[in-house]
């Protein structure tokens, strides 16, 4: 059980990191010219 939790947690927080990457590179695409690509 607690090796599900484990597993379960680092899951999230790989999934949390690439939105945040995600998210990083749209801000680095808008603020090159101002518009969304």
């Given amino acids: 059980t607690r ?3 484990r597993m379960g947690l ?3 927080e790989r ?3 690439w939105l945040n ?3 990083a ?3 680095r ?3 090159g ?3 969304p690509v």
């Fill in 10 to 12: 680092e899951a999230s």
């Fill in 21 to 23: 990457e995600l998210i």
């Fill in 25 to 27: 590179t749209e801000q």
């Fill in 33 to 35: 010219d101002g518009r």
């Fill in 3 to 5: 090796e599900l939790h």
């Fill in 15 to 17: 999934e949390v990191r």
């Fill in 29 to 31: 695409e808008q603020d």
